[in-house]
Each structure stands twice: as C-alpha cells, then as structure tokens.
Nanobody
C-alpha cells in the first residue's frame, strides 16, 4: 500500500512558477499511475496530468499547457511543474495513485485509490 504526501505549494505572484512534489512511501512510484488534481473553493475537482510506469508514460488533460508532470524514481517522487500562474490557478492541489496492474489505460477519469493531503497554491494578482 502506498502513502502520498503533497508539498511545494505556497503564495506566489501572478506569472510565477511553483514545482509541486508528491512523495510516495510504502511502495514504488513506478508501480502506480500518479495523477495531479486540483480543487478550488466552490469548484468541481479537476484532473490535470498523470504519469505511470518505468517508461514514464504521461497523460495530460485538455488545456494544461502550463503544466508539466515528471518523476524521479530514485527519490520515489512525482512532480508537477507549473508556470505562468494566474489567480484562477488558486486551489488545493492533490496527488493520487492507482496500481498499474488494475489499469488498462491512464487518464484522470478513473477512480484513484490513494490520495495525499493536498498542498495549497495561492496566486496573487
């Protein structure tokens, strides 16, 4: 069973960047699909991007050109690089995992089994 811890959020000015981290323990990141989601107050949770497998296959939802997902297997960590941040990007950002052995394909629409606590990103204007 994998445990996830999201970190790296904070307060940034519009136009800035943040690198969010999702550190896994108890299991290897390479054995899971790991996805980033976000949820702003009063808004529906939104899937952003996923990465999976030893080959680092990635999936991006529509309109996510300012985000890049990557992994460092040595650190057992998945990252989300954000850029050109806007006030509307303000949200709690979550990472979630699903065992690759239970998946036929990778996207954000599946039900992910393991969730981190989330990290707050606030973008000021």
């Amino acid at each position: 069973e994998v445990q996830l811890q999201a970190s790296g959020g904070g307060l940034v000015a519009a136009g800035g960047s943040l690198r969010l981290s999702c550190a896994a323990s108890g299991a290897r990141v390479r054995d899971y699909a790991i996805c980033w989601f976000r949820q702003a107050p009063g808004k529906e949770r939104e899937g952003l991007a996923c990465i999976a497998g030893g080959m680092g296959a990635t999936y991006y939802a529509d309109d996510t050109g300012r985000f890049a997902i990557s992994s460092d297997h040595a650190k057992n960590t998945v990252f989300l690089q954000t850029s050109s941040l806007k006030p509307e990007d303000t949200a709690v950002y979550y990472c979630a995992a699903k065992d690759l052995d239970l998946m036929d394909h990778i996207d954000v629409s599946q039900e992910y089994d393991y969730w981190g606590q989330g990290t707050q990103v606030t973008v000021s204007s």
